[in-house]
């Protein structure tokens, strides 16, 4: 298990993702294209799974909005160069209805019975890396557990 940033995880090419192989099973071509490195995976829908997962598990890259930077949006040349100085300080820069999805669905995590459990793993989105029959494989769990025998 390695704690990198997502960035860094879907860097690597030479891996089948966990994200890549649930998308062969929904849409084949698509998930092929995609590794193949013909199109690119949505970035909205990636930034607002970041920022649920950051709000839920606390680690992960951190999030901002134009309203958080304290801008409505980012069409100002002040607005943009405070959205570009917290990009290259690793953020991920959200629009504000992203912002409010993803605080949603954190807050419905939260009243969960099972985020308790989640709550308590020793390790949460590391990286895990694999061969299965050949094929490299990645993923990066939510909440990972290690046991030990008395």
Partial sequence: MQEITNKEYFADKSYWHQSSLKS????????IESKLGLTEISTSSLNKGNATHFLVLGVGDPITSASELGFKDFRTKEARQARDEKIEDGYVILNDTQWLESQYAADAVFANPLYKVVDKAQYKECAVY??????????????VYIYEED
């Fill in 24 to 31: 062969l099973l929904t849409n084949p071509i698509s998930a």
């Fill in 130 to 143: 694999g061969e299965l029959n050949g094929v490299k494989v990645a993923a990066k769990p939510d909440a």
